[in-house]
C-alpha cells in the first residue's frame, strides 16, 4: 500500500489537482483531473487534448513530476490552527494511451502516476509526515 487509509480516502474526495513538470525552461505546474486505482494507487492525470501538451512533452523528456492535492479544511486541523491540508507526490509519470478516455471530453492520452515519496500535512494528524514508497 503506498497511501494511507486517510490519504486515500482525502485523494478521492478532491476534484483537482497540480501536476508539476520539468521542462526546458524550468517547472511547469497545471492543474489537472485526477483519478486514484484504489487497487494499485497509482494516479492517473488526463485532459482534453492531453496528448498534444506542453506537460506531456515535458514528461517524455524527464518523467520525474510532483503532484499536489490540497485545500483548506473547514475547521483547524494543524498546529496552531491552521486548516490546510493535503499532499505532495513525488512520482515517475508513464505515458499511456487508453481504450476509452477517462471522461467525456478527454483525450485517451494519460499519464500514470507512480509513488516515489508522499509528504503529506495535516490529514493523519497535526503537522507534517514524509515517507519513501
Do not use: C
Amino acid at each position: 500500500m503506498t497511501f494511507t487509509q486517510t490519504e486515500l480516502r482525502y485523494l478521492l474526495g478532491q476534484p483537482l489537482g497540480r501536476l508539476a513538470t520539468l521542462g526546458p525552461g524550468g517547472p511547469q505546474v497545471t492543474p489537472v483531473a485526477f483519478w486514484v486505482d484504489t487497487a494499485t494507487h497509482r494516479i492517473e492525470v488526463s485532459g482534453p487534448n492531453f496528448g498534444a501538451t506542453q506537460k506531456v512533452r515535458n514528461i517524455r523528456a524527464d518523467a520525474r513530476v510532483s503532484f499536489v492535492v490540497d485545500d483548506m479544511a473547514t475547521e483547524p486541523v494543524g498546529p496552531g490552527g491552521q486548516t490546510g491540508r493535503g499532499l505532495e507526490i513525488r512520482a515517475r509519470a508513464e505515458l499511456l494511451v487508453a481504450d476509452q478516455p477517462l471522461r467525456e471530453g478527454f483525450g485517451n492520452v494519460l499519464a500514470r502516476l507512480h509513488p516515489r515519496r508522499i509528504l503529506a500535512w495535516n490529514l493523519d494528524g497535526p503537522g507534517r509526515n514524509s515517507r519513501d514508497v
